[in-house]
């Protein structure tokens, strides 16, 4: 079936550098995409999301860009901080206002002093 | 600031037993859902509950798992038959949007099936 992947499972960088955490999507259907953050021994928490109708959306420090053409999505962090070191993976929406997300597998982001 | 909780944080049991895993989402939030993260896998949607019933499953959530809400707060996840691959991080979430709402997870009850 089709699922959510991600390109690179681990991402190591220098503090103060920018991080870009890639997902390639497989449904082109999918109209809706959220980044999770997820530290260790801790629940997935919501960073940004974006709609199929949009190609960017910036948060605080977070950027989200989708490519509905590639069928890519990307996570770009400004300035990575000790604190972003975490497991990162997105999640796709099969269905128009459903609930269903199919998850990536992550990319362990680990930021270096 | 409001948050997901989860009992117990860990679930040992043995195999064939009945669990129920506690969830008690945010108070104003209208949806509920449950997940699972087997170990080292990711996570995978299991059911999303709205107006007191189920509104989506996955195909994981087959007829030895129920939800309920017994009252006004708790949002419980019920495995009735537990299998050894049931053994998994299980995390409920909650929001007040369905569909393209920001769903707020818990911390996780990691359930060990011997």
């Known amino acids: 079936g089709e699922s959510v992947g991600l390109h690179l499972p681990t991402l190591s960088v220098q503090e103060g550098d920018n991080s870009i955490i890639n997902c390639a999507y497989s449904?082109?259907?999918?109209?809706?995409f959220i980044w999770y953050k997820q530290e260790s021994g801790k629940g997935p928490q919501f960073i940004i999301d974006?709609?199929?109708?949009?190609d960017k959306r910036q948060g605080q420090r977070v950027t989200v860009l989708l490519n509905k053409t590639v069928k890519h999505l990307s996570l770009q962090i400004a300035a990575t901080q000790p604190g972003d070191s975490a497991v990162y993976f997105c999640?796709?929406?099969?269905?128009?206002?459903?609930?269903?997300?199919?998850f990536g597998p992550g990319t362990r982001l680990s930021v270096l002093p | 600031e409001p948050e997901v909780t989860q009992t117990p944080s860990h679930q040992v049991t043995q195999m064939g037993q009945e669990v129920i895993l506690r969830c008690v989402p945010i108070?104003?939030?209208?949806?509920f859902y449950w997940y699972r993260q087997i170990l080292g896998q990711k996570v995978e949607f299991l059911v999303s509950?709205?107006?007191?019933?189920?509104?989506?499953k996955s195909e994981i959530f087959d007829d030895q798992f129920s939800v309920e809400r017994p009252d006004g707060s708790n949002f419980t996840l019920k495995i009735r038959s537990t299998k050894l691959e049931d053994s998994a991080m299980y995390f409920c979430a909650s929001s007040v949007l369905g569909g393209d709402g920001e769903q707020f997870f818990g911390p996780g009850t990691r359930l060990t099936v011997l």
């Open positions: 509950f709205y107006n007191n019933e189920i509104s989506e």
């Open positions: 449904n082109s259907a999918s109209d809706y």
């Open positions: 108070s104003n939030h209208l949806y």
């Open positions: 974006i709609r199929s109708n949009m």
């Open positions: 999640a796709e929406n099969l269905q128009k206002n459903g609930q269903n997300f199919v």
